[in-house]
T-cell receptor, first 111, second 113 residues
Framework: QKEVEQNSGPLSVPEGAIASLNCTYS??????FFWYRQYSGKSPELIMS????GDKEDGRFTAQLNKASQYVSLLIRDSQPSDSATYLC???????????FGQGTILTVHP | DVKVTQSSRYLVKRTGEKVFLECVQD?????MFWYRQDPGLGLRLIYF???????EKGDIPEGYSVSREKKERFSLILESASTNQTSMYLC????????????FGQGTRLTVV
């Protein structure tokens, strides 16, 4: 079992819809959880971080964490074509900040 | 803003060459990382360092070594480049305590011919 798994996609949603991206992780000791956005040919960019159970909202983005189910998700409301990118889930286990990534989900928002 | 700078955006090297990829961060971060990214495989950790002169192997260290002589600089070394090391290489840095967030450099696309 991979340490961090994402639904492989690609995920296609119409403009204005809610995009839902999911991620599961295998290690119950995981402490910190991140979502990165990566445009084609660019490096990953941090968009959300979450550390405790529940929801965290930032503009159109909501991260949800459920440690009991070892599950973290990202919701993008009012999706825009500019949101089209690969979304990477990353998990930190140790205090060294070692990030372990999922394979990424490609999101396409079509007008 | 945190800045993580990689020395080259694109590199073309020949098989068997020794290759150095340099990464510099300006935020006094303790931790630095080297990843490679390949289509369908995501980001895979090669090596990381949590302090000067300290290093730990990641998931795919074979064929690579690293050097961290100063806190702000982390170098990845390909001892004898091979074609299967053609990839995008990404450097990242993060704080050692408190909020742990990874900041990435712009990436180096290495082609080994």
């Amino acid at each position: 079992q991979k340490e961090v798994e994402q639904n492989s996609g690609p995920l296609s949603v119409p403009e204005g819809a809610i995009a839902s991206l999911n991620c599961t992780y295998s290690d119950r000791g995981s402490q910190s959880f991140f979502w990165y956005r990566q445009y084609s040919g660019k490096s990953p960019e941090l968009i959300m971080s979450i550390y405790s159970n529940g929801d965290k909202e930032d503009g159109r983005f909501t991260a949800q964490l459920n440690k009991a189910s070892q599950y973290v998700s990202l919701l993008i409301r009012d999706s825009q074509p500019s949101d089209s990118a690969t979304y990477l889930c990353a998990v930190v286990l140790t205090s060294y900040g070692k990030l372990t990534f999922g394979q990424g989900t490609i999101l396409t928002v079509h007008p | 803003d945190v800045k993580v700078t990689q020395s080259s955006r694109y590199l073309v090297k020949r098989t068997g060459e020794k290759v150095f990829l340099e990464c510099v961060q300006d935020m006094d971060h303790e931790n630095m990382f080297w990843y490679r990214q390949d289509p369908g495989l995501g980001l895979r950790l090669i090596y990381f360092s949590y302090d000067v002169k300290m290093k730990e192997k990641g998931d795919i260290p074979e064929g690579y070594s690293v050097s961290r002589e100063k806190k702000e600089r982390f170098s990845l070394i390909l001892e004898s480049a091979s074609t299967n090391q053609t990839s995008m290489y990404l450097c990242a840095s993060s704080l050692g305590t408190g909020v742990i967030r990874g900041f990435f450099g712009q990436g180096t696309r290495l082609t080994v011919v």
